[in-house]
């Protein structure tokens, strides 16, 4: 069954339900387990759904249907992105899945063969762990100052590296309510990432300068 990320999601009863936003993989076995599945709405959230909850897909994956209720949908448990990180460099993504492997995620801590504990899903912010990093995330300038929350994410097709950040800069009520100019922030930008704020090489005044 084709799933596609960002395909439309429907309830076994027809309601729109929101759309695909990862996939879940068991790195042993190499299968996909669960999808992240946005609920959508200004309240929605991301939830976690077996792949066995899948009652059909259109032919062009842009569309499932789940056996599942709205109300129990939105039951499901939540998709926590610190329980998650992107798959190590060298892995193969699971046949019949057309993702960029930053599509993936599997469970934090799993040690990929032959990847030594201490350097397990390093990516260049200063040789820390990355996080998985989230729309919505808060991004701060180089003195730790809020300038807005990211809008979109960019990775390499090939290798699924971060390339950059669209930042939709503004305060939190407005950034909430979809507010505020966007500017895509190059990943050379980036001084680095923790579980719930990205901070920036670059001060804010030069950030609101560039949205002119």
Do not use: C
């Amino acid at each position: 069954m084709r799933v596609d990320l960002d395909a439309k999601v429907r309830t076994r009863d027809g309601e729109a339900a929101g759309r695909v936003q990862r996939a879940i993989v068991d790195p042993g076995a190499n299968e996909v387990t669960d999808f992240v599945i946005s609920t959508g709405g200004l309240f929605g959230h991301d939830v976690l759904v077996p792949r066995e909850r899948l009652e059909a897909a259109s032919r062009e994956g842009d569309s499932i249907r789940l056996d599942l209720s709205l109300d129990e949908l939105k039951g499901m448990p939540r998709y926590e992105p610190a329980d998650y990180t992107v798959p190590a460099n060298g892995w193969e993504p699971p046949v019949g899945y057309a993702y960029p492997v930053a599509g993936f995620v599997w469970p934090s801590g799993y040690l990929w063969p032959g990847e030594p504990a201490a350097a397990q899903r390093r990516d260049d912010f200063d040789g820390e762990l990355s996080p998985a990093i989230e729309k919505g995330t808060v991004v701060r300038d180089r003195a730790g100052d809020e300038v807005g929350v990211v809008d979109d994410v960019r990775f390499d097709p090939d290798t699924g590296r971060l390339q950059a950040l669209v930042v939709r800069a503004g305060g939190t009520i407005q950034t909430f309510f979809g507010g505020g100019e966007t500017r895509e922030i190059d990943r050379a930008d980036v001084e680095r990432v923790d579980e719930s704020n990205i901070y920036l090489r670059l001060d804010k005044d030069a950030i609101m300068r560039s949205l002119d």
